[in-house]
């Protein structure tokens, strides 16, 4: 079982990336899912979670910017991010709870992907 995050990279301010994070393995159900970075001598942040039900929530800080989204046939959670700024430049790790036999869930990262915001 692991989450395999991608879609970082190097992009304008005012510019677009989109995240996406898979999660492989026997599943047999994802509770949340979310997106947390890291900036560089500071502490890991929530950035968005989508719970199973489709609720979301985000940090003040990317509200109106930012979407969260997940498609649970490919138990995949998406980050949209638009208008970006050089302070959201940081390592971008995804989130997810997962429900594995037996019933037992267990919080999985993913190996994180960079984000750089730079002109």
């Known amino acids: 079982v692991q989450l395999q995050a991608s879609g970082g990279g190097l992009v304008q301010p005012g510019g677009s990336l989109r995240l996406s994070c898979v999660a492989s393995?026997?599943?047999?159900?994802?509770?949340?899912m979310g997106w947390y970075r890291q900036a560089p001598g500071k502490e890991r942040e929530l950035v968005a979670v989508?719970?199973?039900?489709?609720?979301?929530n985000y940090a003040d800080s990317v509200k109106g910017r930012f979407t969260i989204s997940r498609d649970n046939a490919k138990n995949t959670v998406y980050l949209q991010m638009n208008s970006l700024k050089p302070e959201d430049t940081a390592v971008y790790y995804c989130?997810?709870?997962?429900?594995?036999?037996?019933?037992?869930?267990?919080?999985?990262w993913g190996q994180g992907t960079e984000v750089t915001v730079s002109s």
């Open positions: 393995g026997s599943i047999f159900g994802i509770n949340a």
């Open positions: 989130n997810a709870e997962l429900i594995l036999e037996y019933g037992l869930t267990y919080s999985y």
């Open positions: 989508v719970t199973g039900g489709g609720r979301t």
